[in-house]
């Protein structure tokens, strides 16, 4: 069966720092993978999907960056943390073309300071 | 990609049945009608999909007229654990997905 791990469940960190979140996926291959952020009380934000190695969409402007280094892993970055990077940082994942089921991570829960 | 209206909350008691409404007057020929479920602090979870008439399965039925600009969403006979938030989400096959501000759904004892 398929699974999706994210990590670290939660994190604070103060402004100005770098940020790496991972998030990996078990048990498919060539997975269609997409980070999510969700601000406190609203819907999820679209932020990078990938359909494949080294293939990086960007959805909204930001300074934040996704990387997808082997078939099954997606990396969220930052080099500079701001108070509005706050949030829940979910991962998920899905297969074909997208019209399908996405099928989520735990959530990573950062709090900048 | 079309736009979804849906109630910001509703309220019900358990064992009623909930109906859930999504707007989506500009829906296109080819988009899909996704509804996920979130409960706190966890990601969405998919409950359904449909494209027009009615879908049912072991969780909810999902109702699209003919015209295809609105959908329901029915969770029959719901309870204390149906207390989530619920997105509607045309779905076209690309990889934009559009999650609104979904339905915060309330179950009462």
């Known amino acids: 069966s398929q699974t999706i791990h994210q990590w670290p469940a939660t994190l604070v960190q103060p402004v100005g720092s770098p940020l790496s979140l991972e998030c990996t996926v078990e048990?498919?291959?060539?997975?269609?993978l997409y980070w999510y952020r969700q601000a406190a009380g609203r819907g999820l934000q679209l932020l990078f999907y990938s359909v494949g190695i080294g293939q990086i969409s960007s959805e909204v402007p930001q300074n934040l960056s996704a990387s997808r280094p082997q078939d099954r892993q997606f990396i969220l970055s930052s080099k500079k943390l701001l108070l509005s990077d706050s949030g829940f940082y979910l991962c998920a994942w899905s297969l074909g073309t997208g019209l399908g089921e996405q099928y989520f991570g735990p959530g990573t829960r950062l709090t900048v300071t | 990609l079309a736009k979804t209206t849906q109630p910001i909350s509703m309220d019900s008691y358990e064992g009623q049945e909930v109906n859930i409404t999504c707007s989506h007057n500009?829906?296109?020929?080819?988009?899909?009608i996704t509804w996920y479920q979130q409960f706190p602090s966890q990601g969405p979870r998919f409950i359904i999909q449909?494209?027009?008439t009615k879908v049912t399965n072991e969780v909810a039925s999902l109702f699209i007229p003919a015209d295809r600009k609105s959908s329901t969403l029915s969770l029959p006979r719901v309870s204390l654990s149906d207390t989530a938030v619920y997105y509607c989400?045309?779905?076209?096959?690309?990889?934009?997905?559009?999650f609104g501000a979904g339905t915060r759904l309330f179950v009462k004892a």
């Open positions: 500009n829906i296109a020929t080819n988009d899909y």
């Open positions: 449909g494209y027009k």
């Open positions: 048990g498919t291959s060539n997975p269609n």
């Open positions: 989400l045309p779905n076209t096959g690309g990889f934009k997905t559009i």
